[in-house]
T-cell receptor, first 115, second 116 residues
Framework: AQSVTQPDIHITVSEGASLELRCNYS??????LFWYVQSPGQGLQLLLK??????LVQGIKGFEAEFKRSQSSFNLRKPSVHWSDAAEYFC?????????????FGTGTRLTVIP | EAQVTQNPRYLITVTGKKLTVTCSQN?????MSWYRQDPGLGLRQIYY???????DKGDVPEGYKVSRKEKRNFPLILESPSPNQTSLYFC???????????????FGNGTRLTVT
């Protein structure tokens, strides 16, 4: 069975500091991996995705993520956080058998940015 | 503007009173899906549809029904709502229908349902 673990429920960082949000997955084959962001009162917006190829993927808003097969991880990073990055972040995995559309989500990490 | 529209945004109802949450997309997407979001549990898939008249159960389908009579609409039906269905619901759609795809999901803005 597939699963996604986001071990940090809540992270607080200072504006301008670097950020890393952790994501570990369990899946029987190479998965499709995603990071979504949810601002208060909004739906989810795709930040970036990994399907194959280069294990370091670039996304919108200056985010990047690195797929590490040996660690079953897909951590999200940003070198300098802006106050507008405060939101909830979800890691998700899609299966090659069921397709990239049927996503299994982690429980989310809420990011607070302090001035 | 390309979008997924859910209605209503907020709904308060009582146990046992049938309700429908509508979802419509204007992108001619073949794939549509419903999720519920609960604190500490993230998003869990309720039902999905690969195309018109084709629907399948997700991870938490109990207590819900869906239909896909037209490509653009995918309503979520609660025949007899219960308090444990109090949640934030999201509809999503995607262009791709095949199994190996890189078409991302587009989400609606959510429907907050309270069942008393």
């Amino acid at each position: 069975a597939q699963s996604v673990t986001q071990p940090d429920i809540h992270i607080t960082v200072s504006e301008g500091a670097s950020l890393e949000l952790r994501c570990n997955y369990s899946y029987g084959a190479t998965p499709y991996l995603f990071w979504y962001v949810q601002s208060p009162g909004q739906g989810l917006q795709l930040l970036l995705k990994y399907f194959s190829g280069d294990t370091l993927v670039q996304g919108i808003k200056g985010f990047e993520a690195e797929f590490k097969r040996s660690q079953s991880s897909f951590n999200l990073r940003k070198p300098s956080v802006h106050w507008s990055d405060a939101a909830e972040y979800f890691c998700a995995v899609g299966g090659r058998k069921t397709g990239a559309n049927n996503l299994f989500f982690g429980t989310g990490t809420r990011l607070t940015v302090i001035p | 503007e390309a979008q997924v529209t859910q209605n209503p945004r907020y709904l308060i109802t009582v146990t046992g009173k049938k309700l429908t949450v509508t979802c419509s997309q204007n992108m001619n997407h073949e794939y549509m899906s419903w999720y519920r979001q609960d604190p500490g549990l993230g998003l869990r898939q309720i039902y999905y549809s690969m195309n018109v008249e084709v629907t399948d159960k997700g991870d938490v389908p109990e207590g819900y029904k869906v239909s896909r009579k037209e490509k653009r609409n995918f309503p979520l039906i609660l025949e007899s709502p219960s308090p444990n269905q109090t949640s934030l619901y999201f509809c999503a759609s995607s262009l791709a229908v095949d199994r190996v795809s890189n078409s991302p999901l587009h989400f609606g803005n959510g429907t907050r349902l309270t069942v008393t």
